[in-house]
């Protein structure tokens, strides 16, 4: 490390608030997807906003790359350290600012655990709705960059319609308030922009979120089917009918027995699919649709539904779903695990082409997802000592993605480009489309020091991609991912 | 030729000869925001092509189809535009309805036109054309340029293509009205704004206080006991989204407001929307005063009727951000070509 860098940095910083060390350097190597894994040059915990606005102009100066980190949950690799770069980690931006129950609405940094929210505003009657699985771990600054979902998305909204305000700096370290208090602010609608831009436009350092009002109640139906497709038909049957659940997840029979060996869940090991349809609302409402999701789950084939009998056992029917990777972990060396999404009505035709691809690769799939979205996650199993399975599951991966672009969908419905669906995105952009992602870039991080290389691939990497699929030969693959 | 290589090559030529163009759909919403200068580029002939299947809740169209089209297609499937957007006049488009970014009564419960924005088709300054987002409900790759196009007004390019999310309608609805003076109509909103309710708009003017309730049947029936009032006509809703109430006439200002819901009243608030967030005031004080009073309660004011189009309609950006709307602005137009000095001067 250039050592005026080094100096600046420590003339910044309490020394706690600097990592340099090799060894304090190693637990930020990689995120989620462990699989790509990179030391950074230093790992920067500031305090205040402050030491952060320092920090980036001691970066901009020196011409230091800088990668913003929540908590590192991230599955697509989009907190990768850069050989050359720094790591600003948002952990210590972990206060709860303030809660407003007559607005709705609590002012947090970024560094507080999206379930942390939930918890500090339960008392008020008030919940933040997007759920993300990993909520016990993953920060709301990580939730904005990734514009991360859950499994209640389909009525309450992804992370970008819960929010209010941010508080970002720029990579000059200039602070910008984007949003406010009040609904629609004025001017272009940054708010949108900021949320899922993968820390490559600004560095968030508050957040203001909008909450809700816990409905009265909530329950949650499970119906077992004979097969994917009629599972997938009876989504469309429910959501014809004019219900909006408040979650609609399916899950296919590998991943059902996964979860049940793992959590006891309670699933039925014989169906080839379940779907576990929740409502919420007020009480009568809640009673009224249960009898309206029933019929309509009967008469689209289900073999059988089941109530939930009260909130414990409702919890199981959702630590099932909610546990379901770690659960595929348990029964197979590795997995893969896809973010596609597709038009609801291809669900059946897509699952079924899956299945197929799975045969033909000879690798199994399970099939876990947010189905009332069409947001899937197949989790291809393998097992990387196996020579060459890596690279099966890689191409098994790519065959879905493209399958789903060419349905209508998109490569990632959740998780983000980060540096594992780079080339995948190619597929999905135009030439002229990804010019204007780094025409954007470029507008808030002019320097390009902010994420650089993350979410949106160079146009000269596609085109090497196009000239290497006309050649047909095999495509550079990066490891894979072991989590 | 089609609709779309026609306004390709308008915008191509445009770029020769730079002359700044100032879209039109079906000019019902002229009235909203600065005069803008330029030449006239007449978008509302690239109508239709609507593909909508109800059960996937999207709904894709030309920008310039026209919104009651839209609308009327989406009753027959017993389903709606969660933002309930205002029309104006028969002639307007659903490219304007995302230019504008204009939000009905139901906004604060249902949603913005923003968060209802799944993708566009974009014809940006460069002549290019361009699909961001997408026709799915999750969709992360790539920046959200889409929704960055609600409320641009159009300076950041032609909407060629606009993909919607649209629910399914409630099974029923009903009206509520309350007899109480302003601050006990506040009180009473915030009060309900804590409970779980389904409340789908609200309106304050004059010692009434109107209610929305929408959802299923034993569900707002459950509230309606809880709430008292009396029913009412429901026609209310579409006067005040259309702004046929006789308050919208008036030839002096009128300001819209926005503020957090529980924020005090503002001097000389006519009419309240949205729970407490959205007040209109007609009034003749200096635009300095309404906009520093609104900016201390934490929102901001649009000076929304009777101005003269040259002065600024939108609440002013402070410089590190407009510097960065500029900025942003010339990444998509980097000719200046759309809409310029529609939102604010010099964008
Ligand atoms: C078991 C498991 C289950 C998961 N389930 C879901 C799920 O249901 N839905 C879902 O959407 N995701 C899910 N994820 C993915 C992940 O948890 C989310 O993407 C989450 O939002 C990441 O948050 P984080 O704090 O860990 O961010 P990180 O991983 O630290 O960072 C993610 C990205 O955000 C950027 N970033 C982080 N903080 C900031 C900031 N303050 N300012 C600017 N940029 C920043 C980083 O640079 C990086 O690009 C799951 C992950 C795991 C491991």
Redesign the interface.
Known sequence: MNSAFQAALKATLPPQSLLIEAEALRPYECDGLSAYRQVPLAVCLPETLEQAQAVLRICLEHQVPVVARGAGTGLSGGALPLADGVVLSLARFNRILGIDADNRLARVQPGVRNLAISEAVAAYGLYYAPDPSSQIACSIGGNVAENSGGVHCLKYGLTVHNLLALKVLTMDGELLEIGAQSLDSPGYDLLALMTGSEGLLGVVVEVTVKLLVKPERAQVLLAAFASVETAGAAVAAIIGAGILPAGLEMMDNLSIRAAEDFVHAGYPVDAAAILLCELDGANAEVSEQIMAVREVLFSAGATEVRTAQDEAQRMKFWAGRKGAFPAVGRISPDYYCMDGTIPRQHLAQVLRRIGELSEQYGLRVANVFHAGDGNLHPLILFDANQPGEMKKAEDFGTDILRLCVEVGGTVTGEHGIGVEKLDAACSQFTAAELAQFHAIKAAFDPAGLLNPGKAVPTLHRCAEMGRMHIQGGALPFPELPRF | MTTESVLINRVRQAIADSTPLCIQGGASKSFYGRTCQGEPLDVSGHAGDIRY??????LTARAGTKLSEIETLLAAN??MLPFEPPHYSPGATLGGMVAA?L?GPR??WG??V??AVLGVKLL?G?G?????G????????????S??M???LGT?GVLLEVSVKV???P?DERTLVFELDDDIAAARQ?AW??????LSATLYEAGRLYVRLS?????V???RVAMGGEETASALWAEVREQTLPLFQTKQALWRV??????PAMPGENLTE?GG??RWIVSDEPAESIRQHAAAL???A?LFRGHDGMGEV??P??P??LA??Q??K???DPHSLFNPGR??QGL
């Open positions: 299947e109800p059960s996937e809740l999207v017993n389903q970014g939000s906004r604060p949603g913005s923003r968060d940006n460069r290019e054309v361009l699909r961001l997408g026709q799915v409900m999750k969709n992360v790759a790539g920046y959200d340029l929704r960055l609600v409320g641009a950041l629910l399914p309608r099974a915030i704004g804590r409970q779980p309710l389904p959802g299923s049947a034993q569900g029936q459950a509230a926005s503020l957090p819901a529980a924020a949205w967030a959205l934490g929102g901001h649009t939108f609440h950006l402070p590190a951000m960065l709307h900025r942003v010339l990444a998509l939102l604010y």
